[in-house]
């Protein structure tokens, strides 16, 4: 996975895997950010994993909103 392209996100490094799946640090080539990019584990694809995903999305980007609006960034 690492040094490929997925849409407009290429893969730099991985930083963990858990149970759900694996996260990686990516760069937006579009934006020319880097971002971690969450790929769900094979055979995760029911209707609940989705939901958690989706929450923990979520909850990520209510955060990073939070600690931008603290440090002015």
Do not use: C, P, W
């Not at 040094?3 to 149970?19: A, D, K, P, V």
């Not at 950010?33 to 958690?52: E, P």
Request: charge should be positive; hydrophobic fraction near 45%.
């Amino acid at each position: 996975m690492i040094g490929q392209t997925i849409s407009h996100y290429r893969i730099l490094n991985q930083l963990g895997e858990g149970g759900m799946g694996v996260v990686y640090l990516a760069e937006d080539i579009s934006l020319n950010t880097r971002v971690a990019v969450k790929f769900l584990a094979a055979g995760l694809d029911d209707h609940n994993y989705r939901a958690r995903f989706l929450r923990e999305a979520r909850a990520a980007t209510a955060l990073a909103a939070l600690s931008e609006r603290a440090t002015g960034t």
